[in-house]
């Protein structure tokens, strides 16, 4: 492959150092939050974040040598590669935490539900940059009403509703600013809407516990309660300045179940307060509008999807994670983008990332 | 453009996009505002409220664990109960110093330092600021001692829990069973719902209906103070008890029957032959589950666990005994039933008589002279029955001996039911690869050899020869209700089997039944109950070998003595209860030993129901010589 001069005077730097930004405060936070806990050590978990940060960067810059759109023929392709994935987790898996999440490859451990976020995206993108040009109608959205539907419900099964929920939060993401018409929603999601309250309302106390459960077994109702009480205590108790790196008091009692995980953002409002915390959701914040920035001015409809999927990936988790650390939301397990601890979100994240850049990069080509 | 072309694929951009991104734009600046003013809220607004709550993690989780469900009898009389009782928690996290917080607790509760320690000690993994239950269920004294003295216990509190309670103690403790902490390897199952210091069911009824019986535990968020005392609570979610059940059992006659059997080792159980409902269960020696409701004590387990006697047995279920005579109803049909024998067939009865190089004795010494049928179940003649045993050989037997229960479980869902033995060829083939030798069935035809039964299968059986041959799932629970009551379910007579006998055969089979308790040369007379037609059959097994000098070995250490069995029906044209009772090494025979203790419960039993319960057990004294050894 011949290379332009072009990528160079277009490359993108403000997204990667955005992304960067935010992985480093992560890696960090990772390394506060497994202090206190014995069972694996602090360097242990630190050092292998920073592999996978390593290696997410790599694939980074991997993903910017090609054309993106030579990934279109092949989305297909991984989607389904990945999907075989994702259903072989109950045979195959390894136990985590109360359910089958991960497959174990040599020394390391793939969560296949992760990779599915990309996948899907790359999916749903390939088949729009194929549908006939002009609004999409019903008919456009039952092809990745299936394709979101297989995946979501295997990662339900093992059980794993947050990423599940993220699976479907994305797609519809994807359909709703990628140019379904708006209308197709208003109908689709009204009964539903209308009807889940209601529905959800006649079941017994006891049922509706049952159904909470079954679905997110890491949810004993009062045990999550009280984990949000205690996410919230550290969250707050950061104040304006925090109590500074390593200091957290909250965090180091193991009061938080999934504290390098999950909850990983309480660890860091604590350790850097009100400050910190608005620090981190400015780069978030950046990092989506600069995705929808080059989604706008992308020159296909496979870039423009690509990107706003990612940026659907970026916002849902962040906004999700932070709302439940600070209790305005349900406890699911969703990890924060870039942060929290985990080598196969970090490393899609960062794929996805190099994936945005590279269609910023090409916009110019025609 | 350079380099080759991509494939051909839309380069339509979808309409509206800017206007779209334009929304995505302004949701996403909402989204991130709506976070920030969280964000404001938490760390600013409420951050020094939440920063004094950090630094001496006020909020504690406190778990309910739901209470079990009360048991109780077919009358409603309450068998299983729950009593609130008070646990010592404590939380190391409270308190500075360790040690003297557990001194002044061990002077306060006057127990040991060390017992104390131990228990700190004791679990491995806990999340911090969780209450250790170091002493479960202390008195009345101890709770008023912790109270007065809370200030030199900082992190010490007390936990109202509720308890499991059994009213009467040892009453039918096998059947009812018991509870105690749920054991790691429970917990890995993963099934229910149980955590570490849980109390589950282990035993029993408890055990076998544990999942009807556990309630759904619930929990209170609360705030407490720096010495680890509660200040209000936060939030709660409300526990479930678990479901009630009402048993077929009878108190006031398992009462009767634990009293008449009183302290010897043995086990009754009484069946409504109409149905299979189990009236009573007896296995003695016994232990008061009340010991393991509060949490047994070490040497507590020890001593039940080595008794040479086994009390946490369930004989009625466990135990396998030859049953001696008591079989002969067995051998008797199937003679019937395969034409060997008629109502006038007649052996004669010299005492014994010599099969292969070995002498097998009746156990009348002189004999019973000619012996018909009716009369050779009536007094019980060996020579009788040895000679239908040749007559049929041990297939038959074995087969008639199913059709009415035995060999078989009883499916009545206790935990380590056994099934006891009914030898056959194949079985005889199977188990020692061996042909079967025509002297054993001599012995099987007199309940002996390699012949087992349980108590409970031998009640099945004589219900199942009492209600003309159907074999009931014997069932002890009547109903199960939601603690709300708001669902009930009832449990239905379940029917196994039919033992297919022709009318005529049972008719024989009652009427001789009869006269083993009616006529004045039965060996089982003193089981009589006044205005009462008894039925029954009495058994003498032997636990040392044949042919050894029973009188001495009943004189000599008490493991060699023999067992004594009655099994009895009444009334005889309506029969609506059914019994097995077996005293273990009585020394005596069953008609001399265990007749007397069915007569006592069926006395009790029919005179209840003929007047008010209130009025006592005739005391039907049988007349009649006595026989010193009535079989």
Redesign the interface.
């Known amino acids: 492959?011949?290379f332009?001069r072009r990528l160079i005077t277009h490359f993108e730097w403000l997204l990667p150092l955005l992304v960067l930004a935010v992985c480093v405060l992560g890696t960090m936070t990772v390394y506060s939050a497994t202090q206190a806990t014995g069972e694996h050590g602090p360097s242990t978990l630190t050092t292998r974040q920073g592999f996978w940060l390593g290696a997410g960067c790599l694939g980074m810059f991997a993903v910017l040598l090609f054309?993106y759109?030579?990934l279109?023929?092949v989305a297909l392709l991984v989607y389904l590669v990945v999907l075989v994935g994702v259903i072989a987790v109950p045979f195959i898996g390894r136990i985590g935490g109360g359910s089958r999440r991960w497959i174990p490859l040599g020394p390391l451990s793939l969560q296949p539900s992760e990779f599915m976020k990309l996948a899907l995206v790359l999916a749903l993108a390939g088949h729009?940059?194929?549908?006939?040009?002009?609004?999409?109608g019903l008919r456009e959205a039952i092809v990745p009403l299936v394709l979101m539907a297989i995946p979501a419900a295997a990662i339900l099964a093992q059980p794993d509703l947050g990423s599940a929920a993220i699976v479907g939060i994305v797609a519809f993401t994807m359909l709703?600013?990628?140019?379904v018409r708006l209308r197709w929603f208003a109908a689709l999601g009204a009964p539903v809407i209308v009807l889940a309250p209601i529905m959800w309302r006649h079941l017994k106390a006891?049922q509706q516990r049952r159904i909470l459960t079954f679905l997110n077994p890491d949810m004993d109702?009062?045990?999550a309660?009280?984990h949000v009480?205690?996410s919230?205590?550290?969250?707050?108790?950061?104040?304006?300045w925090g109590k500074g790196f390593l200091q957290g008091?909250?965090n180091h009692?193991?009061?938080l179940p999934e504290q390098h995980t999950d909850f990983i953002f309480s660890v860091f409002?604590?350790e850097w307060?009100?400050v910190g915390?608005?620090v981190l959701?400015t780069l978030?914040?950046a990092i989506?509008?600069r995705c929808?920035l080059i989604?706008?001015h992308?020159?296909?409809?496979?870039g423009?999807?690509l990107v706003?999927g990612m940026?659907g990936i970026i916002?849902w988790q962040a906004?999700i994670n932070?709302?439940m650390t600070?209790g305005?939301m349900p406890v699911v397990g969703i990890p924060l983008p870039f942060f929290s601890y985990g080598g196969s979100s970090l490393l899609c994240l960062l794929v996805g990332t190099g994936l945005a850049m590279n269609v910023s990069m090409r916009r110019y080509?025609? | 453009?350079?380099?080759r072309h991509?494939?051909v694929?839309?380069?339509?951009?979808?309409?509206?996009?800017?206007i779209?991104?334009v929304?995505?734009?302004a949701v996403?600046?909402l989204?991130?505002s709506?976070?920030?003013v969280?964000?404001?809220y938490?760390?600013?607004e409420?951050?020094?409220?939440?920063?004094s709550?950090?630094?001496h993690?006020r909020?504690r989780?406190v778990?309910l664990p739901g209470s079990r469900g009360v048991v109780y009898d077919r009358h409603g009389d309450i068998l299983i109960d729950n009593r609130p009782s008070f646990d010592v928690v404590f939380v190391p996290e409270d308190t500075r110093d360790r040690r003297k917080t557990l001194q002044n607790l061990a002077h306060y509760l006057g127990d040991t330092e060390p017992s104390i320690h131990q228990a700190v000690r004791a679990p491995s993994k806990r999340?911090?600021?969780e209450g250790i239950v170091l002493r479960r269920d202390v008195d009345w004294e101890g709770v008023v001692a912790l109270e007065t003295h809370q200030l030199d216990l900082p992190g010490v509190s007390l936990q109202v829990v509720p308890r499991r309670f059994y009213p009467y103690g040892p009453l039918a403790a096998h059947l009812l069973g018991y509870v105690g902490e749920v054991n790691e390897g429970e917990l890995r199952d993963g099934v229910s719902s149980y955590r570490l210091g849980d109390l589950a069911g282990k035993a029993g009824l408890e055990k076998s209906w544990d999942n009807d019986l556990h309630g759904?535990a619930?929990?209170e968020?609360v705030e407490v103070d720096a010495l680890g005392r509660r200040v209000r609570v936060?939030?709660q979610?409300p526990d479930?008890p678990g479901n009630t059940l009402t048993l077929t059992l009878d108190r006031d006659l398992q009462e009767t029957a634990e009293n008449a059997l009183g302290t010897s080792d043995g086990a009754i159980v009484a069946l409504d032959p109409r149905n299979g409902e189990v009236l009573v269960m007896v296995s003695h020696p016994a232990y008061d589950a009340n010991i393991f409701a509060r949490g047994i004590r070490r040497d507590e387990w020890r001593a039940l666990v080595q008794d040479p006697k086994h009390p946490l047995n369930n004989r009625a279920v466990q135990g396998q005994f030859p049953p001696g005579s008591t079989f002969k109803i067995a051998v008797a049909a199937a003679a019937l039933e395969r034409g060997v024998a008629t109502p006038s067939t007649s052996v004669s009865c010299s005492g014994g008589i010599p099969f292969g190089n070995h002498f097998f004795r009746c156990w009348r010494k002189g004999g019973h002279g000619t012996v018909s049928f009716h009369t050779a179940i009536v007094q019980s003649c060996d020579v009788f029955f040895y000679t239908m045993g040749q007559r049929l050989g041990v297939d038959p037997i074995a087969e008639y001996a199913r059709r009415l229960g035995l060999g078989l479980p009883t499916g009545i869902g206790l935990e380590h039911e056994k099934t006891g033995t009914i030898p056959d060829t194949q079985w005889k083939r199977r188990r020692f690869d061996q042909p079967w030798f025509s002297g054993e069935t001599l012995s099987v035809a007199i309940g002996q050899g390699y012949v087992t039964a349980t108590p409970l299968q031998m009640a099945n059986f004589v219900a199942t020869v009492a209600n003309g041959g159907t074999r009931y799932r014997p069932r002890y629970l009547k109903r199960i209700d939601a603690p709300d009551g708001t669902n009930r379910t009832e449990t239905a007579p379940e029917i196994l089997g039919q033992a297919d006998l022709k009318a005529s055969t049972l008719a024989q089979l009652h009427s001789a039944m009869r006269d083993v308790v009616m006529n004045d040369s039965g060996t089982g007379k003193k089981a009589r109950v006044v205005g009462i037609e008894v039925a029954g059959k009495t058994g003498t097994s032997q636990v040392v070998t044949m042919g050894q000098d029973r009188e001495r070995s009943n004189k000599g250490a008490e493991a060699t003595r023999d067992h004594a069995w009655f099994i009895a029906f009444a009334p005889v044209e309506a029969p609506e209860i059914a019994i097995a009772c077996i005293v273990e090494h009585a020394g005596g025979g069953g008609g001399a030993i265990a007749a007397p203790i069915v007569q006592q419960i069926l006395a009790h039993y029919f005179s209840r129901s003929q007047g008010p319960p209130a009025a006592p057990p005739q005391q039907a004294a049988a007349p009649g010589r006595e026989t010193p050894h009535a079989f």
């Not at chain 1, 992308?298 to 496979?302: K, N, S």
């Not at chain 2, 409420?46 to 920063?51: I, K, S, T």
């Open positions: 492959m011949r332009d054309d759109r030579r279109e023929p729009f940059s194929r549908t006939r040009p002009g609004p999409l709703l600013v990628g140019g006891y109702p009062l045990g309660g009280y009480i205690q919230k205590i550290a969250v707050g108790s950061g104040m304006l008091t909250q009692l193991n009061f409002a604590e307060g009100f915390t608005m959701m978030y914040l989506i509008l929808l989604a706008s992308a020159r296909d409809r496979f423009v999807l706003l940026a916002f906004v932070v709302g600070t305005l080509y025609f | 453009m350079p380099g991509p494939p694929i839309s380069r339509e951009i979808p309409p509206d996009l800017q779209r991104i929304v995505a734009v996403a600046y989204a991130f709506l976070v920030g969280r964000l404001w938490l760390q600013l409420r951050g020094a409220e939440m920063r709550l950090s630094e993690n909020i989780l778990r999340p911090p600021y759904t619930g929990g968020e936060l939030q979610v479930m």
